[in-house]
């Protein structure tokens, strides 16, 4: 890999005439550094030069005032202005590295040096997934930082109370304040353990025997600070059957799109295509469980017909496709439903080929999920049904399956992790199995 050379400051230089507040021309010299910053520098003497008398300036006839200096003499100047200017700003920066050593030495290593360790360290060795990465970068955001989206600047709770802090020097009761300050926004006690759980693991990493030297920990501040009490699950609310066939039906009748009136007959069909897609996209959702990311990575190679099977085997991370969120292969069964949309998928003319991704764009290229997430709201809101979550489609298939399934088969299909979360689809399903029992239970002996 070759790196292009830094461009010389001189010659990206230009002269140019300023006036004073007497009304007197004098030279002044502009030009871009190596870092792209932009720099003017008056030359500090007085330009021969006489107006042209449409605003500009003329060479100025005769031997020049001492002092005063001709265009020629004003360049020849410029490039000897330009070195020295440059080489005081060369050793003023090398003083401030040297300093910043001198203090890093003196005080040991800073916060911030220890969490970008640990998100290299994430990247590099522990391989987490793309949009976990994301995350915990979005966290340790510095401050100033921009927004991914939107106007703004993040927040950088973290890196704006620890980052410049030295790593011996952080106190429990200064991390406590850290997390008091995120709290006094108004977010929820979720969102503050999350800032505590990244401050945790950072310095965790730095204990960890091979790493204890280098960052002179000899304990965890963050650790002894309390933890919040957080919220339990919020109600789980779910689509039924009816409704997840009248959102897939608005879906494919197109009316929760803007009117075009002028779009071309050609155009119209690739929209009318892109909206029975989305309907059999959401029937699918809402049947199998998968996640947003596993359906838009959905390949024609991973549905087996004959065995009347979905092979889950990636997701969607970010931009990247990876392995799912458990980091392992699933076998999602395919009732009738989702199968007859599948099939009826199948009948398209193009990208259907092993490789061919089953959910894809006029060109086959695969969905965006926050397009997709913005067509299903538009779709749930024509259709008037209850405003539920892209996600709430996965809930829907694990309320629904678990009404026949026991729960660790249910567990499976859709990729838990721990049982505990599929529970949650056991405890409503079980109080309505329990209403007759409770009527009798009621009922005059």
């Not at 500090?44 to 006489?50: H, I, S």
């Amino acid at each position: 890999m070759t790196t292009s050379p830094t461009p010389d400051p001189v010659g990206t230089a230009f002269l140019l005439v300023e006036v004073t507040r007497g009304g007197d021309p004098v030279w002044a010299v502009k030009w871009r550094r190596a870092d792209g910053t932009r720099v003017k520098l008056r030359l500090g003497a007085p330009a021969w030069l006489d107006r042209d008398g449409s605003g500009g300036w003329l060479p100025r006839g005769g031997r020049p005032r001492p002092g005063h200096l001709t265009e020629r003499q004003a360049r020849r100047l410029m490039t000897d202005v330009i070195r020295a200017t440059e080489a005081e700003v060369a050793e003023e920066r090398a003083r401030a590295r040297r300093a910043l050593k001198q203090t890093k030495r003196a005080h040991g290593p800073t916060f911030r040096d220890l969490a970008h360790a640990w998100l290299d360290h994430l990247a590099a060795v522990d391989d987490v997934k793309p949009s976990t990465l994301r995350n915990y970068r979005a966290m340790l955001a510095e401050p100033g930082t921009k927004r991914r989206r939107g106007p703004g600047q993040a927040l950088a709770r973290i890196m704006g109370g620890l980052g410049d802090t030295p790593l011996p020097e952080v106190t429990t009761a200064q991390v406590a304040e850290l997390l008091d300050r995120v709290a006094g926004d108004g977010v929820t006690n979720r969102t503050v353990n999350r800032h505590r759980e990244v401050i945790v693991a950072i310095f965790n990493f730095g204990l960890r025997p091979h790493q204890r030297d280098r960052w002179r920990l000899t304990d965890n501040p963050a650790a002894a600070t309390a933890k919040r009490r957080e919220e339990g699950p919020g109600r789980l609310d779910v689509f039924t059957v009816e409704q997840i066939e009248a959102l897939a039906r608005a879906a494919e009748a197109g009316t929760w799109r803007v009117a075009r009136p002028y779009e071309t007959a050609k155009i119209a069909e690739a929209r009318r295509d892109e909206d029975r897609q989305l309907g059999e996209l959401l029937r699918i959702a809402a049947y199998t469980g998968l996640r947003r990311g596993e359906l838009v990575a959905l390949r024609w190679r991973d549905v087996r017909w004959s065995e009347r099977v979905l092979v889950v085997e990636r997701a969607l991370s970010g931009t990247v496709e990876r392995t799912t969120k458990g980091r392992r292969i699933r076998y999602v069964p395919l009732a009738d439903q989702s199968l007859a949309a599948l099939d009826r998928l199948a009948q398209r003319p193009n990208f259907t080929s092993d490789d061919d991704y089953v959910f894809c764009n006029a060109a086959g290229d695969r969905l965006d999920p926050s397009a997709l997430r913005r067509r299903y709201v538009a779709a749930r809101d024509s259709a008037g049904i209850p405003p539920l979550r892209f996600h709430d489609l996965r809930h829907t298939a694990g309320t629904l399956l678990t009404r026949v399934l026991d729960p660790v088969t249910v567990k499976d299909v859709l990729g838990h992790a721990d049982l505990k979360t599929t529970e949650r689809y056991l405890h409503a399903v079980r109080a309505s199995r329990l209403a007759d029992a409770a009527t009798r239970a009621f009922a005059p002996q």
